[in-house]
């Protein structure tokens, strides 16, 4: 069973700053996978990076990086450089044998 | 590449009436799923088909839900009767395959449900 938890349901940031996403998640999978994914209010879910917990190599794409502490179960989501189209809902899921489970997720806001 | 297509993106629908909903894959994903997300909530699984097969249903209120993915390609969910509380987003997403990593999946836009 995997379980996943974001424990912010807000956050803001101002436009160009830095901000960090928590989650933390909860797995009996020895293989499995990570994701943070974005819903923006059109409500299309987005791929927004993704790990795979073998690799000690934190992902990175663009301005989005994680850090992820396997040892903690953490997977948290740095996004640089803020941009006004980052704002909306963000996803952590933890997933192994092809089954996906989604935190809560944490509503951004960018402010200008 | 076209994405994962999902009809109706909105229906509103009294309470006891059937509904159906219908997803299109992304072109040679052979996994599919249906998802249920309630406002405010992250997306929970509702049924998994590797082609036209059914492989994890368990989450899926059979009572009054049912699915089908004919030919192993597009697929449809259907509610009958719907009840007040299935009012949510229904989405549908699609993946290559399983194989022996978790292979990333793919999103449509949703159907957003309200019953009255």
């Known amino acids: 069973a995997q379980t996943v938890t974001q424990s912010q349901p807000e956050m803001s940031v101002q436009e160009a700053e830095t901000v960090t996403l928590s989650c933390t998640y909860d797995t009996s999978e020895s293989d499995y996978y990570l994701f943070w994914y974005k819903q923006p209010p059109s409500r299309q879910m987005i791929l927004v990076i993704r790990q795979e917990a073998y690799k000690q190599q934190n992902a990175t794409e663009n301005r989005f990086s994680v850090n992820f502490q396997k040892a903690a179960k953490s997977f948290s989501l740095k996004i640089s450089d803020s941009q006004l189209g980052d704002a909306a809902m963000y996803f952590c899921?933890?997933?192994?044998?092809?089954?996906?489970?989604f935190g809560q997720g944490t509503r951004l806001t960018i402010n200008p | 590449e076209a994405g994962v297509v999902q009809s109706p993106r909105y229906k509103i629908i009294e309470k006891k009436q059937p509904v159906a909903f219908w997803c299109n894959p992304i072109s040679g994903h052979n996994t599919l799923y249906w998802y249920l997300q309630n406002l405010g909530q992250g997306p929970e699984l509702l049924i998994r088909?590797?082609?036209?097969?059914?492989?994890?249903d368990s989450q899926l209120p059979k009572d009054r839900f049912s699915a089908e993915r004919l030919k192993g390609v597009d697929s449809t969910l259907k509610i009958q009767p719907a009840e007040l509380g299935d009012s949510a987003v229904y989405l549908c997403a699609s993946s290559r395959g399983a194989s022996g990593s978790m292979e990333t999946q793919y999103f449509g836009p949703g159907t957003r449900l309200l019953v009255l």
């Open positions: 088909y590797e082609n036209e097969e059914a492989v994890d």
């Open positions: 899921a933890a997933g192994g044998a092809q089954k996906l489970v």
